[in-house]
Every structure is written in C-alpha cells, then in structure tokens.
C-alpha cells in the first residue's frame, strides 16, 4: 500500500498575513477561528490536498505529512535508517503527528489518522 501525502504546512514569521496573502493569490479559504489560531486552509478544489498556515516559533519553513498506519513503528525505522525524530508523536485531533529529519536533514511529517 502506497502511503500518501495528506497534509502540508507553510509555518510564517506573520501567520494572519500570510493566510491573507494565500487567501487572495490563490482564492484559499483559510479558516483560523480556533484557539491556537491555525490557519485551515481549504483549497476550493477536490483536486490535491489541504493544509494549513500557522505562526512560527522565529522561523519560517514549509512541510509536508504522510499518512501512515503507526507512527511508533515509521519513527523506530526512521532511527534505525540513520533519520532524527524531530517532534515525537503528538496527539492532535483526529490522530497523531510527528516529524523526522531525514539523513540529509530535510524535516518530513508524518500523519496517523484514528482508526
């Protein structure tokens, strides 16, 4: 079974400006009315994928998250194949989050929905 790309973040120095900034460029729906301020966004397309637009912690970067069925297991190959956990597994609503750097040091993200 493949494992697909489901989500992909933008993390930005100016989160509301951005979300405006992606909003009008592309005609995104960014929705961040909720307690963290996470930008939804909502492509207006059944074509690809949605993601989201948050504030950075003093950086700026943009990911992408794989779906996968147990995130324990990909972060215990991500080791044992030489990657760093970046973000151990972190329960979200609707599943789980974590993220890994690569050998070369590109950061991926992972995605386990609940089942």
Do not use: C
């Not at 080791?79 to 040091?105: N, R, S």
């Amino acid at each position: 079974m493949g494992r697909p790309v489901v989500h992909w973040e933008i993390a930005a120095k100016d989160a509301k400006k951005m979300h405006e900034f992606y909003s009008k460029l592309f005609g995104w729906n960014v929705n961040a009315d909720n307690p963290m301020s996470y930008g939804i966004v909502n492509t207006g397309s059944e074509q690809g994928i949605h993601g989201g637009i948050f504030q950075g912690q003093g950086h700026t970067y943009t990911m992408f998250y794989v779906d996968v069925e147990d995130i324990d297991a990909t972060l215990q190959q991500v080791h044992a194949m030489g990657g760093k956990i970046v973000l151990p597994k972190t329960p979200i609503p609707g599943g789980a989050v974590a993220q890994f750097a690569d050998p070369e040091g590109q950061v991926i993200g992972l995605r386990q929905f609940q089942s």
